[in-house]
């Protein structure tokens, strides 16, 4: 069966390359559709005669007699595949030896090139596996020396493959090129210095020293499925695109591939990496990290992209998916509806911007239209948020321009969330033990009917902080607040901290004297979705809170979907999860200050941390994007299956987090260029370097 | 993993002879025991005119300056791999085998050096006082026989006779040449005129340098080692010139070309080739070393007189010797000399970076020319040049090899006198050669 995929591969290649379909509307449906009719259609074959692919004639002749039974778009595909068959057997083979004078050699001196056969483009070599003493082939690397040829380049990251010979079968190897360097026979500097004229800069040396270029690869994928290492001196290529596409593909099932961006073969063609949609958002694995310099590495670009590939992954396959996206800093996300709206008005706008890099967006937006990714789909589907002013509450107080929803929260709002929600509004330093138990139990006490501690229970913030002031004005040292007793001053710092929050530092989001306010109407979402919470302009404490009050809402939302109920209650509401998506994805920027490394005690973190721990189970994916990995919670770090770097600096590169990175490829991180990432995700093997496409609004400018 | 085929022949030739002794102990070739020394031999190497002294002169620095182009030179290992029990004598004798190589590596005009597989040759030798060991009762000669009936082993006899089509060098792989050391030459008419002397008047043929090896002489293990090298020398010697010829019937003779060693006298060994058999013997060498340049790096031979090897090894970098003929120049493989069209000059390639306390052999090369090279026809036009005639047409050949100093080579025992092209060159050919590891599979042909 894996001549037939190999058959299939290379027919749909043939598809995009030969007959036209690619580049345009509709064409990978197309190739998909044609590809299918010709599996179907060989597979029976197959099954007649398992051999019917090691006889081309055979074949042909076996389809061109199901063709004259075969009608209507059935018999298009087929035709397809007969073209292809034809042009199997019958691409001539003439020998023709050229000869041309060397460059280099005086006259009479020649080069003879080798025999070139018209009709076959000969696959060219660049080098060889090499396998000494001191670079010994293993199963997951080897090296390899390259042809020296001036315009033959190599750089890690690169991809190839290597073909040898086992028991008279082909075996394919490819690999990333993890490191290149480039070696000579002299020992030291030393020996160089004496051999040039005893250290004479300016002498012109007859003799060119010997140079070679090694290249050193991480294996991704062995055809034959061994764990072994290459044993020979194979001839390397570089991989075509159908060797990329399998070695970071094979493993994923053409029904769960979100595209992640591209990578390029030889001939700088880009080409499709996908990611598996059930390792990135649930069941098998789940949530994905962006890490990278601020400014650099473009991180909310890439997630921005991402999101997009998912939304339209979930509404061509039907999937039930929705996204909410948490604009942490400036203007980020607040803008993106305001690009072009359709292929046209983007070509135009890459036209005219003054990127020196637009030809390279143009080709890679080319790519994803080709791949079926259409980005003005969510368009219609986005929904802003922002908090209010705090002077003027009918205003949003956000940097967009266009039309927003306002959310604010009243006390009751936050006591139906829980009292995780409540913890947002003190300091992560003033949460210990001891605070933490009387936010828990002021929530306690005012949801428990039969509590009294309280009385009469606070329903707004004002009735809140004038209940507690006045518990902490008696002269007890032991305070009852719902079951138990809290030291009157552990209630002072509660009621201190609450104060500042809420008549200062969240003036606008915290209603103080309405007991509900206007919370993000999460359980709202639908399926194709995308909104945008902007929480910029907020206060930490505030970010925090709204963002952990909106992450605790989905997992339970999530949950109740996940264990087939049918309603979910929040706070007094009965809510209803018929439409609600089955599986959201949660974007946030600084996943540092929400989930941080170190402190033992952070029973906000530890909430955050637990969700994630849970989100591949229930649907719930956190694409999380920071500087620092190494600043997050390890935990969350442990259940992400996808990792993704951009550009970085050295400083921001320690740590067991980026293990996966090594040698030349954590090299090259330091030198990556806007747009490009370096990406590991649980299927494959090995990290491939991906580019991705400039998001849309920010071609029309700042 | 497969034997070479080479290696696989190598083996059915030993197999012959092993019933009669023992493997040595360790494979190690004899090139890297020997230390050749400097200026131990009488060498002719005189004046070219009468009023000629020997004071250095300068190298000019400016002018034109002749670009080698390619490459030649030649390795060889004599590796001794078994010891032949003589019972009849009570003694034993090493049997070797010798592994050439021989290549032309070309550079182009942006300084890279590139091989030219058609001419990289290489071949194996067996090396033994044969006759000798027959004489003292040896009998494991039969099987020998037949494998040159089978036209798999040739004798070094043939390859004086006819080395063209001996080695025929059109084919990778060719025939294991099977020597015998009992002889100094490889012509078989004097070996048969030897062999009817040792019955007529034996210690005529038992003294000197070319001494039959037979009887008491075969206790001299130490002769018979050094024979064996001498050998393998010489026939490496041949090779290097079918090949050298070779390339210069494809490219012609305005190439320079730059060998490693000196010029040896070819004529006699190309009468049977095709197109320059017909020639005389001057003007088949004329055709071969026209253009060729020997750099010779191990220096045996002194000149003429002493004052001359004085004032060579006070020369400073910068200064050549004066032009000089070769009164005699030595035939391959044979004691004779002749009376030939060579030129030959002295220069110091490099010194210390610290120095030089000086006379000094340190860095001294001989150039070696044909007469031709300098435009000449014979020595007696050289003579009837003046000074700055010989300096237009010297100077841009020494200019010519002083080029080549940079870059100097690595390996610190020859780095004041070898070329790296040249070293390249060797390197590549070295590749070639069995190593000791490979040899060993000669030792499963004992246990067998």
């Given at each position: 069966?894996?001549?037939l995929?190999?058959f299939?591969?290379?027919?749909?290649?043939?598809l995009?390359?030969?007959?036209?379909?690619?580049?345009?509307?509709?064409?990978?449906?197309?190739?998909?559709?044609v590809?299918?009719?010709?599996?179907?259609?060989?597979?029976?074959?197959?099954?007649?005669?398992k051999?019917?692919?090691?006889?081309?004639?055979?074949?042909?002749?076996?389809l061109?007699?199901?063709?004259?039974?075969?009608?209507?778009?059935?018999k298009?595909?087929?035709?397809?595949?007969?073209?292809?068959?034809?042009?199997?057997?019958?691409?001539?083979?003439?020998?023709?030896?050229t000869?041309?004078?060397?460059?280099?050699?005086?006259s009479?001196?020649?080069?003879?090139?080798?025999?070139?056969?018209?009709?076959?483009?000969?696959r060219?070599?660049?080098?060889?596996?090499?396998?000494?003493?001191?670079?010994?082939a293993?199963?997951?690397?080897?090296?390899?020396?390259?042809?020296?040829?001036e315009?033959?380049?190599?750089?890690?990251t690169?991809?190839?493959t290597?073909?040898?010979?086992?028991?008279?079968?082909?075996?394919?190897i490819?690999?990333?090129?993890?490191?290149?360097?480039?070696?000579?026979?002299?020992?030291?500097?030393?020996?160089?210095?004496?051999?040039?004229?005893?250290?004479?800069?300016?002498?012109?040396?007859?003799?060119?020293?010997?140079?070679?270029?090694?290249?050193?690869?991480?294996?991704?994928?062995?055809?034959?499925?061994?764990?072994?290492?290459?044993?020979?001196?194979?001839?390397?290529?570089?991989?075509?695109?159908?060797?990329?596409?399998?070695?970071?593909?094979?493993?994923?099932?053409?029904e769960?591939?979100?595209?992640a961006?591209?990578?390029?073969?030889?001939?700088?063609?880009?080409?499709?990496?996908?990611?598996?949609?059930?390792?990135?958002?649930?069941?098998?694995?789940?949530?994905?990290?962006?890490?990278?310099?601020?400014?650099l590495?473009?991180?909310?670009?890439?997630?921005?992209?991402?999101?997009?590939?998912?939304?339209?992954?979930?509404?061509?396959?039907?999937?039930?998916?929705?996204?909410?996206?948490?604009?942490?800093?400036?203007?980020?996300?607040?803008?993106?509806?305001?690009?072009?709206?359709?292929?046209?008005?983007?070509?135009?706008?890459?036209k005219?911007?003054?990127?020196?890099?637009?030809?390279?967006?143009r080709?890679?937006w080319?790519?994803?239209?080709?791949?079926?990714?259409?980005?003005?789909?969510?368009?219609?589907?986005?929904?802003?948020?922002?908090?209010?002013?705090?002077?003027?509450?009918?205003?949003?107080?956000t940097?967009?321009?266009?039309?927003?929803?306002?959310?604010?929260?009243?006390l009751?709002?936050?006591?139906?969330?829980?009292?995780?929600?409540?913890?947002?509004?003190?300091?992560?330093?003033?949460?210990?033990?001891?605070?933490?138990?009387?936010?828990?139990?002021?929530?306690?006490?005012?949801?428990?009917?039969?509590?009294?501690t309280?009385?009469?229970?606070?329903?707004?913030?004002?009735q809140?902080?004038?209940?507690?002031?006045?518990?902490?004005?008696?002269?007890?040292?032991?305070?009852?607040?719902?079951s138990?007793?809290?030291?009157?001053?552990?209630?002072?710092?509660?009621?201190?901290?609450l104060?500042?929050?809420?008549?200062?530092?969240?003036?606008?989001?915290?209603?103080?004297?309405?007991?509900r306010?206007?919370?993000?109407?999460?359980?709202?979402?639908?399926?194709?979705?995308?909104?945008?919470?902007?929480?910029s302009?907020?206060?930490?404490?505030g970010?925090?809170?709204?963002?952990?009050?909106?992450?605790?809402?989905?997992?339970?939302?999530?949950e109740?979907?996940?264990?087939?109920?049918?309603?979910?209650?929040?706070?007094?509401?009965?809510?209803?999860?018929d439409?609600?998506?089955?599986?959201?994805?949660?974007f946030?920027?600084e996943?540092?200050?929400?989930?941080?490394?170190?402190?033992?005690f952070?029973?906000?973190?530890?909430?955050?941390?637990?969700?994630?721990?849970?989100?591949?189970?229930?649907?719930?994916?956190?694409?999380?994007?920071?500087?620092?990995a190494?600043?997050?919670?390890?935990?969350?770090?442990?259940?992400?299956?996808?990792?993704?770097?951009?550009?970085?600096?050295?400083?921001?590169?320690?740590?067991?987090?980026?293990d996966?990175?090594?040698g030349?490829?954590?090299?090259?991180?330091?030198?990556?260029?806007?747009?490009?990432?370096?990406?590991?995700?649980?299927?494959?093997?090995?990290p491939?370097?991906?580019?991705?496409?400039k998001p849309?609004?920010?071609?029309?400018?700042? | 993993?497969?034997v070479?085929?080479?290696?696989?022949?190598?083996?059915?030739?030993?197999?012959?002879?092993?019933?009669?002794?023992?493997?040595?102990?360790?494979?190690?070739?004899?090139?890297?025991?020997?230390?050749p020394?400097?200026f131990?031999?009488?060498?002719?190497?005189?004046?070219?005119?009468?009023?000629?002294?020997f004071?250095?002169?300068?190298?000019?620095?400016e002018?034109?300056?002749?670009?080698?182009?390619?490459?030649?030179?030649?390795?060889?290992?004599?590796?001794?791999?078994?010891?032949?029990?003589?019972?009849?004598?009570g003694?034993?004798?090493?049997?070797?085998?010798?592994?050439?190589a021989?290549?032309?590596?070309?550079?182009?005009?942006?300084?890279?050096?590139?091989?030219?597989?058609?001419?990289?040759?290489?071949?194996?030798?067996?090396?033994?006082?044969l006759?000798?060991?027959?004489?003292a009762?040896?009998?494991?000669?039969?099987?020998?026989?037949?494998?040159?009936?089978?036209?798999?082993?040739?004798?070094?006899s043939?390859?004086?006779?006819?080395?063209?089509?001996?080695?025929?060098?059109e084919?990778?792989?060719?025939?294991?040449?099977?020597?015998?050391?009992t002889?100094?030459?490889?012509?078989?008419?004097?070996?048969?005129?030897?062999?009817?002397?040792?019955?007529?008047?034996?210690?005529?043929?038992?003294?000197?340098?070319g001494a039959l090896?037979?009887?008491?002489?075969?206790?001299?293990?130490g002769?018979?080692?050094?024979r064996?090298?001498?050998?393998?020398?010489?026939i490496?010697?041949i090779?290097?010139?079918?090949?050298?010829?070779?390339?210069?019937?494809?490219?012609?003779?305005?190439?320079?070309?730059?060998?490693?060693?000196?010029?040896?006298?070819?004529?006699?060994?190309?009468?049977?080739?095709?197109v320059?058999?017909?020639?005389?013997?001057?003007?088949?060498?004329?055709?071969?070393?026209?253009?060729?340049?020997?750099l010779?790096?191990?220096?045996?031979?002194?000149?003429?007189?002493?004052?001359?090897?004085?004032?060579?090894?006070?020369?400073?970098?910068?200064?050549r010797?004066?032009?000089?003929?070769?009164?005699?120049?030595v035939?391959?493989g044979?004691?004779?000399?002749?009376?030939?069209?060579?030129?030959?000059?002295?220069?110091?390639?490099?010194?210390?970076?610290?120095?030089?306390?000086?006379?000094s052999?340190?860095?001294?090369?001989?150039?070696?020319?044909?007469?031709?090279?300098?435009?000449?026809?014979?020595?007696?036009?050289?003579?009837?040049?003046?000074?700055?005639?010989e300096?237009a047409?010297?100077?841009?050949?020494?200019?010519?090899?002083?080029?080549?100093?940079?870059?100097?080579?690595?390996?610190?025992?020859?780095?004041?006198?070898?070329?790296?092209?040249?070293?390249?060159?060797?390197?590549?050919?070295?590749?070639?050669l069995?190593?000791?590891?490979e040899?060993?599979?000669?030792?499963?042909?004992?246990?067998?």
């Amino acid at each position: 069966m894996s001549d037939l995929g190999d058959f299939l591969r290379e027919f749909k290649l043939w598809l995009r390359d030969h007959k036209g379909l690619a580049k345009k509307h509709g064409a990978r449906k197309k190739r998909d559709a044609v590809t299918e009719t010709a599996s179907s259609i060989l597979y029976s074959m197959i099954r007649e005669n398992k051999n019917v692919l090691d006889n081309m004639l055979g074949l042909l002749d076996e389809l061109k007699e199901l063709c004259q039974t075969t009608h209507g778009e059935r018999k298009e595909h087929l035709n397809y595949l007969i073209d292809f068959v034809n042009e199997k057997i019958s691409t001539p083979l003439i020998l023709k030896e050229t000869e041309t004078p060397a460059e280099g050699f005086p006259s009479g001196i020649r080069e003879t090139s080798p025999p070139v056969r018209e009709g076959i483009t000969p696959r060219k070599t660049i080098g060889r596996v090499s396998i000494t003493k001191h670079s010994p082939a293993t199963p997951t690397n080897f090296e390899f020396w390259v042809e020296d040829r001036e315009d033959l380049h190599l750089e890690s990251t690169a991809i190839i493959t290597t073909i040898g010979r086992i028991r008279d079968k082909n075996v394919k190897i490819t690999g990333i090129v993890e490191e290149v360097r480039a070696i000579s026979a002299t020992d030291s500097p030393m020996d160089d210095f004496y051999a040039t004229g005893y250290g004479d800069p300016t002498l012109e040396l007859p003799t060119k020293r010997p140079i070679i270029k090694i290249g050193k690869v991480s294996i991704i994928r062995r055809t034959d499925g061994r764990f072994e290492p290459p044993m020979g001196s194979w001839p390397v290529y570089f991989a075509t695109a159908e060797e990329i596409m399998d070695a970071y593909g094979a493993d994923i099932s053409e029904e769960k591939q979100i595209l992640a961006g591209f990578t390029w073969d030889e001939s700088k063609n880009p080409v499709p990496i996908f990611l598996d949609a059930d390792y990135l958002l649930g069941y098998e694995g789940a949530h994905l990290n962006i890490a990278g310099a601020s400014g650099l590495a473009t991180k909310t670009s890439y997630a921005l992209f991402l999101l997009q590939s998912i939304l339209n992954y979930a509404d061509e396959k039907g999937e039930s998916i929705a996204a909410i996206a948490f604009n942490v800093k400036e203007a980020d996300l607040m803008r993106i509806d305001e690009g072009p709206n359709d292929w046209e008005k983007l070509y135009d706008a890459i036209k005219s911007t003054d990127d020196p890099l637009k030809e390279k967006h143009r080709i890679l937006w080319e790519a994803c239209r080709e791949e079926g990714l259409d980005p003005f789909k969510i368009l219609d589907k986005l929904r802003f948020f922002a908090p209010p002013r705090p002077g003027d509450p009918r205003k949003p107080l956000t940097f967009r321009r266009g039309r927003v929803d306002l959310y604010s929260y009243g006390l009751m709002d936050l006591v139906d969330i829980g009292g995780g929600a409540l913890l947002g509004l003190l300091e992560p330093e003033d949460i210990d033990e001891k605070t933490s138990a009387v936010i828990y139990a002021i929530v306690d006490a005012i949801t428990d009917t039969r509590d009294t501690t309280l009385s009469p229970k606070p329903n707004t913030f004002d009735q809140l902080l004038d209940r507690i002031n006045q518990l902490t004005s008696r002269r007890t040292d032991w305070i009852p607040i719902g079951s138990g007793t809290h030291h009157s001053a552990t209630l002072s710092k509660v009621l201190n901290r609450l104060t500042q929050a809420v008549r200062h530092q969240l003036v606008g989001l915290l209603l103080q004297g309405d007991g509900r306010g206007n919370p993000i109407p999460v359980e709202g979402i639908d399926s194709g979705q995308l909104w945008i919470i902007d929480i910029s302009k907020l206060h930490p404490k505030g970010q925090r809170l709204v963002f952990h009050s909106v992450y605790q809402t989905l997992s339970r939302l999530l949950e109740a979907k996940r264990n087939n109920e049918e309603t979910v209650k929040l706070g007094g509401r009965e809510i209803r999860l018929d439409n609600f998506p089955q599986r959201i994805v949660v974007f946030v920027d600084e996943l540092n200050k929400f989930a941080p490394k170190g402190r033992e005690f952070a029973p906000l973190r530890s909430h955050i941390v637990d969700i994630t721990a849970r989100g591949r189970s229930i649907g719930l994916s956190l694409l999380g994007a920071q500087q620092l990995a190494s600043q997050v919670d390890e935990e969350i770090l442990a259940n992400t299956s996808t990792f993704v770097v951009g550009r970085s600096h050295s400083i921001g590169m320690r740590g067991a987090v980026y293990d996966w990175l090594q040698g030349g490829l954590r090299d090259r991180v330091y030198v990556l260029k806007k747009g490009e990432m370096m990406m590991w995700h649980a299927v494959h093997t090995r990290p491939v370097l991906i580019s991705f496409p400039k998001p849309l609004h920010t071609l029309i400018g700042e | 993993m497969k034997v070479p085929e080479k290696l696989q022949l190598l083996g059915k030739v030993i197999s012959a002879i092993k019933a009669h002794g023992h493997a040595v102990s360790r494979l190690i070739a004899e090139e890297m025991e020997y230390k050749p020394a400097i200026f131990d031999v009488q060498g002719t190497a005189e004046p070219v005119r009468d009023e000629d002294d020997f004071t250095p002169l300068p190298i000019i620095p400016e002018g034109p300056t002749i670009n080698f182009q390619a490459f030649i030179d030649g390795v060889q290992r004599t590796t001794p791999v078994y010891w032949v029990s003589l019972e009849k004598l009570g003694t034993q004798v090493p049997v070797h085998v010798g592994h050439i190589a021989v290549g032309v590596v070309l550079r182009d005009n942006t300084g890279k050096l590139r091989c030219k597989f058609d001419f990289i040759k290489d071949r194996l030798l067996i090396l033994m006082p044969l006759t000798g060991m027959e004489r003292a009762g040896f009998e494991g000669t039969s099987l020998l026989r037949e494998l040159i009936d089978e036209g798999n082993l040739i004798p070094d006899s043939q390859v004086a006779e006819d080395p063209i089509s001996a080695f025929n060098i059109e084919k990778e792989v060719g025939p294991i040449v099977l020597c015998d050391t009992t002889f100094s030459g490889l012509e078989e008419s004097m070996r048969e005129d030897d062999l009817k002397e040792l019955d007529r008047n034996p210690e005529r043929v038992k003294k000197g340098a070319g001494a039959l090896l037979v009887d008491e002489l075969l206790y001299n293990t130490g002769r018979v080692r050094s024979r064996a090298q001498g050998r393998v020398n010489t026939i490496r010697q041949i090779l290097e010139m079918l090949v050298v010829t070779k390339f210069r019937e494809v490219y012609g003779r305005e190439i320079y070309v730059l060998v490693d060693g000196p010029l040896f006298f070819m004529g006699k060994w190309l009468r049977k080739h095709d197109v320059l058999g017909g020639l005389r013997e001057v003007e088949r060498e004329k055709f071969v070393l026209k253009n060729a340049v020997g750099l010779v790096k191990s220096l045996r031979g002194r000149p003429k007189e002493m004052m001359h090897l004085r004032n060579i090894l006070c020369m400073a970098e910068g200064e050549r010797s004066p032009l000089m003929k070769i009164a005699d120049a030595v035939d391959i493989g044979s004691s004779e000399t002749f009376v030939k069209p060579h030129m030959t000059t002295y220069l110091r390639l490099r010194s210390p970076p610290e120095g030089l306390s000086l006379p000094s052999p340190v860095g001294i090369v001989r150039v070696d020319l044909h007469v031709s090279t300098i435009g000449c026809d014979n020595t007696d036009q050289v003579k009837c040049m003046s000074k700055e005639e010989e300096e237009a047409l010297l100077g841009p050949i020494v200019r010519g090899i002083r080029r080549e100093r940079w870059p100097s080579v690595t390996d610190k025992g020859r780095m004041f006198t070898q070329v790296f092209p040249i070293s390249e060159t060797e390197r590549m050919l070295h590749a070639r050669l069995y190593s000791s590891r490979e040899l060993a599979y000669i030792y499963s042909i004992f246990r067998t």
